[in-house]
């Protein structure tokens, strides 16, 4: 079975600076890729995905991700976080084709400071 | 346009208490997910339908069953509640499994 691991657990930024959040897994067979978002209060959002093609994925409010298969990796990214960003974030991959179910990594915290 | 709507949004059990979380969306999927998510642990799948008429275990399912009543609904039902239930869940849905989910708002559950 897959596993997803997200690295950084709470993240603390003030306005401005870059975020990058890393997110690995260990299946080693072709994926399919989301990062997801939940502002607090709120259900998760899909922010952006990958099927295939460019490895390099935008999504929506500016974040983008790219994936490295040789690393296993999908790590987003944003070059300038603002207070509105502040939220969970989640990783989630699944096994290409078939009936596979999405496995999610255990979230990121993200605080960014005014 | 709706989307996938959980009610209730909170409960308060006791322990020993059953209930039933419902689940509604109308977006014509055809695939739909019970998660519960805990701090630190991130959202686990409790139980899916892939289809109408069909539901699998996901990886906590003791403690729930689930019913995919048709296509719009699929609830979840706690039997006799434990404080270890006590969580957040999540209802989803996705036109077929290989595409991205939706979720609810969510219900706050916790059992005393």
């Known amino acids: 079975a897959q596993s997803v691991s997200q690295h950084n657990h709470h993240v603390i930024l003030s306005e401005a600076a870059s975020l990058e959040l890393g997110c690995n897994y260990s299946?080693?067979?072709?994926?399919?890729l989301f990062w997801y978002v939940q502002y607090p209060g709120q259900h998760l959002q899909l922010l952006l995905k990958y099927f295939s093609g460019d490895p390099l994925v935008k999504g929506i409010k500016g974040f983008e991700a790219e994936f490295i298969k040789s690393k296993f990796s999908f790590n987003l990214r944003k070059p300038s976080v603002q207070w509105s960003d502040t939220a969970e974030y989640f990783c989630a991959v699944r096994r290409s084709g078939g009936s596979y179910i999405p496995t999610f990594g255990r979230g990121t915290s993200l605080i960014v400071h005014p | 346009n709706a989307g996938v709507t959980q009610t209730p949004k909170f409960q308060v059990l006791k322990t020993g208490q059953s209930m039933t979380l419902q689940c509604a969306q109308d977006?014509?999927?055809?695939?739909m997910y019970w998660y519960r998510q805990d701090p630190g642990m991130g959202l686990r799948l409790i139980y899916y339908s892939a289809s109408e008429g069909t539901t699998d275990k996901g990886e906590v399912p003791n403690g729930y069953n689930v019913s995919r009543l048709n296509k719009r609904e699929f609830s979840l039902r706690l039997e006799s509640a434990a404080p270890s239930q006590t969580s957040v869940y999540f209802c989803a849905s996705s036109p077929q499994q290989n595409t991205e989910a939706f979720f609810g708002q969510g219900t706050r559950l916790t059992v005393v």
């Open positions: 299946y080693g067979g072709t994926v399919n």
């Open positions: 977006m014509n999927h055809n695939s």
